[in-house]
Nanobody
Framework: QWQLAESGGGSVPAGGSLRLSCTAS????????MGWFRQFPGKEREGVAY????????GYDDSVKGRFTISQDNAGKRVDLQMNSLKPEDTAVYYC???????????????????WGQGTQVTVSS
């Protein structure tokens, strides 16, 4: 089992920045992909960014490209999401997840996620 813990959420004015962190601990199956998702009220979770920890390959949803940056440390067991130029529409609960890279798909992120954190609230005021 993997246990994921997110931190760094909070409230920030539009144009501000936040840095989310996710740490994985435990002994689950071999994983090589970590991602960030967000969930708006009444909606399903949607992908924000991912990192293929073996190569460092990253990907972003178009809505956050140029503003958010995902990075890894500790052999992929810690993943951060630096969020700059935040907008009110970024307000959501943000989740980290870990799993395995799956390139043979058109879905985003191209990974199969088996473990999820509890989520952290990000609120951007106008």
């Amino acid at each position: 089992q993997w246990q994921l813990a997110e931190s760094g959420g909070g409230s920030v004015p539009a144009g501000g920045s936040l840095r989310l962190s996710c740490t994985a601990s435990g002994n689950g199956y071999s994983v090589n992909c970590m991602g960030w998702f967000r969930q708006f009220p009444g909606k399903e979770r949607e992908g924000v960014a991912y990192i293929y920890t073996g190569s460092g390959t990253t990907g972003y949803d178009d809505s956050v490209k140029g503003r958010f940056t995902i990075s890894q440390d500790n052999a992929g067991k810690r993943v951060d999401l630096q969020m700059n130029s935040l907008k009110p529409e970024d307000t959501a609960v943000y989740y980290c997840a870990t799993g395995t890279y799956y390139s043979a798909t058109s879905s985003f992120p191209p990974c199969l996620f088996g473990y999820w954190g509890q989520g952290t609230q990000v609120t951007v005021s106008s």
